[in-house]
């Protein structure tokens, strides 16, 4: 009998990608290329193409926001009226000190709320990001080989590559696959993914990878860590292995993807490279 091997691969989305510039259409660009990306995603490819009939399961996450949006500049002026740049941090303090305002009117009181509950939380304070998988947009696709390899999976194995879409509420960040970073009770998309989440419970192995390593794969992981191990016990975690070579940081948070392999790995998870879990796959054919 087939162990029950699942794979999870977190926003494997062009805007993510490092894309060579042949593999870019007229006029497109990723407009938040994490350095190695691409190379990540081969990888990932070639190991869904050369082990995947070994898998019982697929899962992809893709990020999906609008332009407007509380981690876009859309959303936010400076206190004298400006634009506020990309990459900029916004602190609850500083709004509460009018260094930055919302755009919109009426939108202070709810986003100064966001930011106390955000710092509260003590995960991550606002980064404004730079407009990225816009829903329905080039950059919120997947990378292509990534798309062709589950593809030729889903021929074969005459199963569905579960889509698991995350970050359509503009009030709320939402690195994690499964919750957003503060969830919006009045949208149950926002809220914890226990439907998904129940599907890794019955795993033997849950292989993570994707973009990126400091931000979406780091907080995805967590979450999931957490409650395999609310539901099975601490021993549940080493079911979880981590690709190191399938996952890349945002450029300038290098650390913050260190800290976390390590943070996982002391809590029992398993760090492998493809080429160490690829006769894995393959046994389980």
Known sequence: MKRQLHLLVI???????DLPADLMPDGCAPSLPVTGAHQDMLRVAGLIRDGGAGLTQISVTLDAHHR???????????????????????GAQQLR????????????????????????AGRYQLMVWPVHCEIGSWGQNIHGAVRAAYNGWEVAQLQVVAKLS???????????????EVPDPQDPATQLNTGFL?????????????????????????????YLEARQGRQALAKLVL??????????FEDQQRDFLA????????????AEILPEWQANA
């Open 11 to 17: 926003d494997p989305q062009n805007d993510f990608c």
């Open 68 to 90: 407007y949006d509380i981690a876009h500049p859309t959303f936010w002026r400076s206190g004298n009226g400006e634009p506020v740049s990309p990459f900029t941090q916004i």
């Open 97 to 120: 000190d009018g260094v930055y305002v919302p755009a919109a009117d009426g939108a202070l009181p709810r986003a100064q709320a966001y930011l106390d509950a955000l710092e509260s």
């Open 166 to 180: 995350k970050g359509s509420n503009p009030w709320t960040e939402h690195y994690s696959a499964v919750m957003a």
């Open 198 to 226: 129940d599907t890794l419970v019955s795993a033997e192995r849950i292989y993570i990878c994707g973009e990126a390593g400091s931000h979406c794969v780091k907080a995805s992981t967590e979450h999931i860590a957490d």
């Open 243 to 252: 690709l190191t070579d399938c996952m890349s940081p945002v450029p300038g």
């Open 263 to 274: 943070a996982m790995l002391a809590r029992g998870a398993r760090l492998a490279t493809s």
